[in-house]
């Protein structure tokens, strides 16, 4: 499927247009291309401030919506929401998968 049909239905699944679409392809691209013609650059650096803004944002929610929670409590539900599987479970329920572009061995590890 051509790139910019492909990103504009992801932006309307998201419900958000964004604004520089090299960024957008290079969040896409999994570190298993890496090295093959033409990718240079993967979504891994990205991952890394990601799972950061993801923690601070989820911090916010959770400030603000367990006013009287003690640091324990506030613990619990962060690592429940920020965990791997959890943020698995939302890719696949957006269908994210369609949009990653992965090496072959990478995409038929599921």
């Known amino acids: 499927m051509f790139k910019a049909r492909k990103y504009k239905e992801l ?56 006013p009287a929670a003690t640091e324990g409590e506030l613990a619990r539900h962060l690592n429940r929401l920020v965990r791997g599987e959890t943020c698995a479970k939302v890719g696949r329920q957006l269908g994210l998968g369609d949009y990653l572009m992965l090496s072959d061995s990478e995409a038929g590890s599921g």
Do not use: C, P
């Not at 013609?37 to 400030?63: H, P, Y």
């Open 11 to 66: 932006e309307k699944k998201l419900g958000y247009r964004f604004k520089n679409e090299a960024l957008l392809a290079r969040a896409l691209t999994h570190a298993s291309l890496r090295g093959a013609k033409k990718v240079t650059e993967d979504n891994e650096r990205l991952e890394f401030v990601g799972d950061r803004v993801l923690g601070l944002a989820i911090v916010e929610l959770l400030w603000e919506t367990y």
